[in-house]
């Protein structure tokens, strides 16, 4: 459990339910397993309630159900739309809501087998996605700078996980990201949090996006990344090509946080095989995986 962690159990949140909206309360409730920072659980076939279970919760949450109204509209995969918002109680102090469910299965628990397909419908979604943002748009307060200004995670996750093979090629990606140009564009939508746990696979393909708590405007290259964390080898320079609009300085920054981020999966990875709080032990494989993707895309 993370920090803030409440104990969730399905009886409470058949009660939520049931409490703030009766008309949706119907037989098969269960837990799915995974989640961050939410707890999320199956309602019937083509909705899930998603619970906060972390003190940051709530405000990824509201962020959530605020703007994704705002952007599904648009995007041409499947996303959890928003079906009701649950309101804070005597029996749960935080809000909660009710989304549809994305068929598939998360690429944490799965793999892709048709990675041309993969790669321009990637693409074809964060063309959709990345447009200029509004001013009201949210920015992130722990991700969307310039790698520069990640130095000190970097470095951190670097010296805890990463494989002696791939630490030369590795920080060389960093310290070329560093080097790159800032990004000299609008702010533009980003969905700030694609890693496989968040992007769904059916029939060896991408079919859908979930979880957009860290949505933010900024620079596309967070999730630009994508390109080596999420695609198998080989993937990205056809995903690139079909996006189209990745200038040189761009890929260089994405290259550099994809680094960034295979770095964070292996040390989740590593504290799921200590048993630690919050460590997912199948996230160290893909994370080793998405290093050995940028290392080779960059040699």
Request: hydrophobic share 45%; charged share 25%.
């Amino acid at each position: 459990m993370t920090e803030g962690a409440s104990e969730i159990t399905a009886e409470l949140v058949r009660d939520l339910v049931r409490e703030q909206h009766p008309d949706l309360v119907g037989p098969g409730l269960r837990e799915v397993a995974g989640g961050w920072d939410n707890h999320v659980w199956r309602l019937g076939d083509e909705l899930a309630v998603r619970i906060p279970r972390t003190d940051r919760a709530p405000d990824l949450l509201r962020k959530e159900c605020r703007w994704l109204p705002v952007l599904a509209p648009r995007l041409p995969l499947p996303v959890s739309d928003l079906v009701r918002i649950g309101e804070p109680s005597a029996r749960f102090p935080k809000p909660w809501a009710v989304m549809t469910w994305v068929p598939g299965e998360p690429l944490d628990l799965t793999s892709i087998s048709r990675p041309e397909h993969a790669a321009r419908t990637l693409a074809g979604f964060l063309r959709a996605l990345h447009v200029a943002a509004p001013a009201d748009a949210p920015v992130s307060e722990d991700r969307g700078e310039h790698p520069k200004e990640c130095a000190d995670g970097f470095d951190h996750f670097f010296r805890a996980v990463v494989p002696d093979d791939l630490a030369d090629g590795v920080r060389a990606v960093w310290d070329d990201a560093v080097a790159a140009p800032e990004w000299a564009g609008p702010p533009l939508w980003v969905h700030g949090d694609l890693h496989p746990a968040n992007v769904v696979v059916s029939d060896g393909t991408l079919s859908g996006v979930i979880d957009f708590g860290a949505v933010f405007a900024g620079d596309p290259a967070w999730d630009l990344a994508a390109a080596w964390v999420v695609l198998p080898e080989g993937a990205a320079s056809r995903f690139f090509d079909a996006y189209e609009h990745a200038d040189e300085a761009t890929i260089r920054r994405a290259r550099g946080l994809a680094a960034l981020k295979g770095l964070f999966l292996m040390l989740m990875g590593r504290d799921g095989d200590r048993g630690l709080p919050g460590g997912k032990a199948h996230w160290g494989p893909a994370g080793r995986a998405a290093l050995e993707r940028v290392v080779g895309d960059a040699s």
